[in-house]
Nanobody, 129 residues
Framework: QLKVVESGGGSAQSGGSLRLSCEAS????????IGWFRQVPGKDSEGVSC????????YYKKSFKGRFTISKSGAWNTAYLQMDSLKPEDTATYTC??????????????????????WGEGVQVTVSS
């Protein structure tokens, strides 16, 4: 069974940092690219970033570049989203997803959603001012 599970959500102060993890099972990150998305209730889903399964190539929605960093560990079969300089408007449910195509992942980030192959349940991130 292909599965991704997020962890690391929680609360942070404005200007603080959090690191989210996305652990994959049933497949390896050598075969699937990982994307991060977020959603606030009542608003459309927003794409954040992707990391390629082929190498360490990354892609960010412009508004997140410089504050958020995506990475992965092959040894742990886990992808990460390091979030720095957090703002109250970063409060959202963050979800990771996996897809066999990095190009598809990038398109999903641009569109804010999309039919990625595998989706997690999401974790809540709350940033207070």
């Amino acid at each position: 069974q292909l599965k991704v599970v997020e962890s690391g959500g929680g609360s942070a102060q404005s200007g603080g940092s959090l690191r989210l993890s996305c652990e994959a099972s049933g497949f390896t990150l050598k075969d699937f690219s990982i994307g991060w998305f977020r959603q606030v209730p009542g608003k459309d889903s927003e794409g954040v970033s992707c990391i390629s399964h082929r190498d360490d190539s990354t892609y960010y929605k412009k508004s997140f570049k410089g504050r958020f960093t995506i990475s992965k560990s092959g040894a742990w079969n886990t992808a990460y989203l390091q979030m720095d300089s957090l703002k109250p408007e970063d409060t959202a449910t963050y979800t990771c997803a996996a897809d066999r195509s990095f190009e598809y992942c990038k398109a999903a980030v641009d569109s804010g959603s999309g039919g990625m192959d595998v989706w997690g349940e999401g974790v809540q991130v709350t940033v207070s001012s």
